[in-house]
């Protein structure tokens, strides 16, 4: 089984558009996290989320909304699609936040490509 | 300043030419030091966390240490399927809450 899943894989979308990227962890961790990896492949953080409370909001454009509908899920969702939103967005979840011994585990990753 | 350096950038080995992937870092209070190694198309595998200078953690071809300022990946007889990018990360202190902070990776490619 996946342990952090995310759908879709792949996303082409007009610029203007809104759209989302949903996921999932079966693993019973209560954080969970998105990061973007740009085209020169340097992963960053954008949001973090712990029993579904905002802990991290790193300076996105306010056009990027997480939504954690209860722990185990932690959607993205994304308005005015700019051809700058184009890159690869990465779900992740740890056991819980600022503990040793947490890791972080990332799902497959979601190819989103403005036109 | 970038406060995760990987180096190099990339690297080519022939099948069995043993080498080290550097991971060199300027933040303060490290809770924690992550290696990952990411497949064309596939997200972040984990590999090892390593805590405190001195520590060392091997799997299989790979061999993980950590000093005050610096890991490396060291890669011992390496094979084709060990071909990835690796990714080093950092958690510390005063970076907010929970979270890493990844360098820019090392793409690695053994030649049979």
Redesign the interface.
Known sequence: DTA?SQTPKYLVTQMGNDKSIKCEQNLGHD?M?WYKQDS??????MF?Y?NKEL??NETVPNRFSPKSPDKAHLNLHINSLELGDSAVY?C?S?RT?????????????SWLTVV | EDQVTQSPEALRLQEGESSSLNCSYTVSGL??L?W?RQDP??????LF?L?SAGEEKEKERLKATLTKKESFLHITAPKPEDSA?Y?C?VAYSGA???????G??TKLSVIP
């Open positions: 952090v954080t996290y020169k492949k340097f992963l960053k953080i973090s712990n802990i991290i990465f992740a740890s936040q600022g503990t040793t011994g947490n890791t972080i585990y990332f799902g497959e990753g | 809770r924690g992550f990952y198309g596939k997200g972040p595998e984990f966390t805590y990018t990714l990360a907010g809450s929970y979270q890493l902070t990844f820019k990776g």
